[in-house]
């Protein structure tokens, strides 16, 4: 009897060519390449069995690193022992972007990578989520970078374990500065960990960001949860590096970059592998189809060498901080002190005199302040001197020397040295001493499946993560500031200890509310759209939080705490009062919000009437926006 099972495609049969032939075309004046004759060449295939290694999740361990380094992509084709932990859900065809927008919050913003220009644009959640669902797409965007620590999606995914068992931030960042991250912002200034290790991906058909190297040099993994991708990957050689910066500095990047280094492999990703990425890869990926991946960055002991000089080379470049790792430089100081710490069990961190005294007074004398700060509440847990001899890798010890080159060489004011490593030069004379002690260490006896870096004699990742707390809230406070390195952050989440006194304040809104006058405000639930089946009233889990469809008001109003952004009164010239009763209808607001800019103001402060929307209460397009159209106000104003 004859087989009747159809063969599977080839990865060239799925690509929908027509929409790529219309990229090329529109390009055509961008690049000198096409598309269509990349990805239908296979001269990048010949390569894939000497560049990436294929694995099972259960060799991938911290002993195959310390053997055979970390130099190669890798590829897990199944998460089966890998550690990656992902609900079951997620990988049902009801999980999307609106799901993900459930989770994560309508109002976070999204960096979109257009495929044409290669030029990236912020949208919110909703506006992402609308242009994901709304056919035919007239762009071809890329959600390159979303990070979803601390949000309700935070909890669902857990890293690889041989990510949670070497990333430094888990390693060597201070834990206590870790937990005082209360809030899920990405802003630079509001951080206090590197807050890379958790991303969402999604990327529509068709979608392509040409060549790059993740910020700091940072390891990746990268699993793809639905779609498909082609990734070019190109090794981080020293010629390899200085033609990606020739090329990142020409003005037109009209040529591949693959065509102009030494060698290059093209992978496919398929929906359950997992790619891990070497630190320094060059790479491009184009998704075949729509995708959604969860990714994550993070630094590393194995390969700290090309962490360096991806670093040199985004000075080179004069990369935006915002656009790098956060907190570079101070890691690398955490880092060396972790080293000194555990394996000779002299740490450089110490805490301000007045602190010590304080919690002396709070704990008694008997406690050591800066062990009690470093390991609240795991004090008896934190690792000894080891008794006898570890031995370290050759690239660790290579590495932790090209740090202290690196922070020798940078000026006074870029070292960044924390403010709780008071005497840098101590601790980097106890590195020069681990150094030589550890010269004549063994590689083979190196290879012992243990991390040196950890918080805890046993370093059980498992346990750590599935915890909901590793260490308690802290409830003591201080008066002089610890930067480390960034010092309103940590006074704010250290002192200002409320009395049962105090009241809060409540803050101007500036959200509208309902004016419970038009015909929708005065409806009962549907029980039947989207927001309905998802009250909790309604056996929903309460994740939307939106009025049914058909409860929308159509003239909402401005809140009675509203305020004008020139002379800083309410609708009545008076002080602003949120607890303030006023009978809306009779006695409205002089106060109005320009549909394009949302800047609120009374007309009487402004030197130019703007253009009254009567569709709307106390709604107007400003003098500044009509003199002035941009982009997105023609938009607005079209639709």
């Given at each position: 009897?004859?087989?009747?099972?159809?063969?599977?495609?080839?990865?060239?049969?799925?690509?929908?060519w027509?929409?790529?032939?219309?990229?090329d075309?529109?390009?055509?004046?961008?690049?000198?390449?096409?598309l269509?004759?990349?990805?239908?060449?296979?001269k990048?295939?010949?390569?894939?069995?000497?560049?990436?290694?294929?694995?099972?999740?259960?060799?991938?361990?911290?002993?195959?690193?310390?053997?055979?380094g970390?130099?190669?992509?890798?590829?897990?084709?199944?998460?089966?022992?890998?550690?990656?932990?992902?609900?079951?859900?997620?990988?049902?065809?009801?999980?999307?972007?609106?799901?993900?927008?459930?989770?994560?919050?309508?109002?976070?913003?999204?960096?979109?990578l257009?495929?044409?220009?290669?030029?990236?644009k912020?949208?919110t959640?909703?506006?992402?989520?609308?242009?994901?669902i709304?056919?035919?797409?007239?762009q071809?965007?890329?959600?390159?970078?979303?990070e979803?620590?601390?949000?309700?999606?935070?909890?669902?995914?857990?890293?690889?374990?041989?990510v949670?068992?070497i990333?430094w931030?888990?390693?060597?960042?201070?834990?206590h500065?870790k937990?005082?991250?209360?809030?899920y912002?990405?802003?630079?200034?509001?951080?206090?960990?590197?807050k890379?290790?958790?991303?969402?991906?999604?990327?529509?058909?068709?979608?392509?960001?040409?060549?790059?190297?993740?910020?700091?040099?940072?390891?990746?993994?990268?699993?793809?949860?639905?779609?498909?991708?082609?990734?070019?990957?190109?090794?981080?050689?020293d010629?390899?590096?200085?033609?990606?910066?020739?090329?990142?500095?020409?003005?037109?990047?009209?040529?591949?970059?693959?065509?102009?280094?030494?060698?290059?492999?093209?992978?496919?990703?398929?929906?359950?592998?997992?790619?891990?990425?070497?630190?320094?890869?060059?790479?491009?990926?184009?998704?075949?189809?729509d995708?959604?991946?969860?990714?994550?960055?993070?630094?590393?002991s194995?390969?700290?060498?090309?962490?360096?000089?991806?670093?040199?080379?985004?000075?080179?470049?004069?990369?935006?901080?915002?656009?790098?790792f956060?907190?570079?430089?101070?890691?690398?100081?955490?880092?060396?002190?972790?080293?000194?710490?555990?394996?000779?069990?002299?740490?450089?961190?110490?805490?301000?005199?007045?602190?010590?005294?304080?919690m002396?007074?709070?704990?008694?004398?008997?406690?050591?302040?800066?062990?009690?700060?470093?390991?609240?509440?795991?004090?008896?847990?934190a690792?000894?001197?080891?008794?006898k001899?570890?031995?370290?890798t050759?690239?660790?010890?290579?590495?932790?020397?090209?740090?202290v080159?690196?922070?020798?060489?940078?000026?006074?004011?870029?070292?960044?040295?924390?403010?709780i490593i008071?005497e840098?030069?101590?601790?980097?004379?106890?590195?020069?001493?681990?150094?030589?002690?550890?010269?004549?260490?063994?590689?083979?006896?190196?290879?012992?499946?243990?991390y040196?870096?950890?918080?805890?004699?046993?370093?059980?990742?498992?346990?750590?993560?599935?915890?909901?707390?590793?260490?308690?809230?802290?409830?003591?406070?201080?008066?002089?500031?610890?930067?480390?390195?960034?010092?309103?952050?940590?006074q704010?989440?250290?002192?200002?200890?409320?009395?049962?006194d105090?009241?809060?304040?409540?803050?101007?809104?500036?959200?509208?509310?309902?004016?419970?006058?038009?015909?929708?405000?005065?409806?009962?639930?549907?029980?039947?759209?989207?927001?309905?089946r998802?009250?909790?009233?309604?056996?929903?889990?309460?994740?939307?939080?939106?009025?049914?469809v058909?409860?929308?008001?159509?003239?909402?109003?401005?809140?009675?705490?509203?305020?004008?952004?020139?002379?800083?009164?309410?609708?009545?010239?008076?002080?602003?009062?949120?607890?303030?009763?006023?009978?809306?209808?009779?006695?409205?607001?002089?106060l109005?919000?320009?549909?394009?800019?949302?800047?609120?103001?009374?007309?009487?402060?402004?030197?130019?009437?703007?253009?009254?929307?009567?569709?709307?209460?106390?709604c107007?397009?400003c003098?500044a926006?009509?003199?002035?159209?941009?982009q997105?106000?023609?938009?607005?104003?079209?639709?």
């Open positions: 009897m004859a087989n009747t099972r159809s063969k599977p495609k080839k990865i060239v049969d799925l690509i929908n027509e929409a790529v032939d219309e990229i075309e529109d390009c055509s004046d961008r690049r000198e390449f096409k269509r004759s990349v990805l239908e060449e296979d990048f295939d010949d390569t894939k069995e000497t560049f990436v290694e294929y694995m099972s999740g259960e060799k991938l361990t911290v002993e195959h690193f310390q053997s055979s970390f130099n190669k992509p890798i590829i897990v084709r199944q998460r089966d022992n890998l550690g990656l932990e992902i609900p079951p859900k997620f990988h049902s065809r009801e999980f999307g972007v609106e799901a993900i927008r459930s989770y994560i919050g309508s109002r976070r913003n999204v960096d979109a257009d495929t044409k220009t290669q030029k990236t912020s949208m959640m909703r506006q992402w989520c609308q242009f994901w709304t056919f035919p797409r007239k071809i965007l890329n959600g390159i970078s979303l979803f620590s601390l949000t309700k999606l935070d909890q669902h995914i857990i890293p690889p374990r041989i949670r068992q990333d931030t888990e390693k060597a960042w201070p834990r500065l937990e005082m991250q209360k809030d912002t990405n802003k630079l200034e509001e951080m206090m960990y590197p890379v290790q958790k991303f969402v991906i999604m990327s529509v058909a068709n979608s392509y960001m040409d060549f790059h190297i993740d910020f700091g040099g940072t390891s990746v993994w990268y699993y793809l949860l639905r779609g498909l991708k082609i990734f070019w990957l190109i090794p981080p050689t010629t390899n590096l200085l033609a990606y910066e020739a090329w990142v500095k020409s003005e037109e990047k009209t040529k591949f970059l693959a065509d102009l280094c030494e060698g290059c492999c093209r992978v496919e990703v398929h929906p359950g592998n997992t790619l891990f990425l070497p630190s320094g890869w060059i790479h491009a990926v184009f998704s075949i189809k995708s959604i991946a969860f990714s994550g960055s993070f630094l590393h194995y390969g700290i060498e090309n962490q360096l000089k991806i670093n040199y080379l985004e000075d080179s470049l004069g990369v935006l901080d915002m656009h790098r956060p907190f570079f430089t101070e890691m690398l100081w955490y880092v060396l002190d972790r080293y000194v710490t555990c394996l000779t069990g002299q740490s450089c961190l110490d805490l301000p005199e007045e602190e010590k005294k304080r002396r007074l709070e704990r008694g004398d008997h406690i050591d302040p800066n062990k009690e700060f470093l390991y609240p509440g795991l004090v008896h847990e690792p000894g001197v080891p008794i001899h570890i031995n370290l050759q690239e660790e010890l290579k590495g932790i020397k090209y740090i080159m690196y922070l020798y060489q940078r000026p006074a004011d870029l070292r960044h040295v924390p403010d008071p840098p030069d101590k601790l980097i004379a106890n590195i020069r001493n681990l150094i030589e002690k550890h010269k004549d260490d063994c590689p083979e006896a190196a290879v012992t499946g243990k040196v870096l950890r918080w805890t004699k046993k370093d059980n990742v498992e346990i750590d993560f599935k915890m909901k707390k590793l260490i308690p809230k802290p409830k003591r406070k201080i008066n002089k500031s610890l930067k480390n390195p960034f010092y309103k952050n940590y704010k989440a250290m002192m200002q200890r409320k009395t049962q105090e009241k809060p304040v409540e803050a101007p809104k500036r959200r509208r509310r309902r004016c419970m006058e038009c015909n929708s405000c005065k409806e009962s639930d549907c029980k039947s759209c989207p927001p309905c998802d009250m909790v009233k309604y056996g929903g889990l309460g994740r939307m939080r939106q009025s049914c058909k409860r929308r008001c159509s003239r909402p109003l401005l809140p009675v705490a509203a305020v004008c952004s020139k002379c800083q009164l309410d609708g009545w010239k008076q002080t602003p009062d949120p607890k303030k009763v006023v009978d809306m209808s009779s006695s409205p607001p002089d109005y919000e320009c549909i394009n800019c949302f800047d609120i103001v009374h007309p009487s402060c402004t030197e130019k009437q703007g253009q009254v929307v009567s569709t709307l209460s106390n107007w397009t003098s926006c009509l003199e002035n159209p941009t997105d106000s023609m938009d607005t104003s079209s639709s």
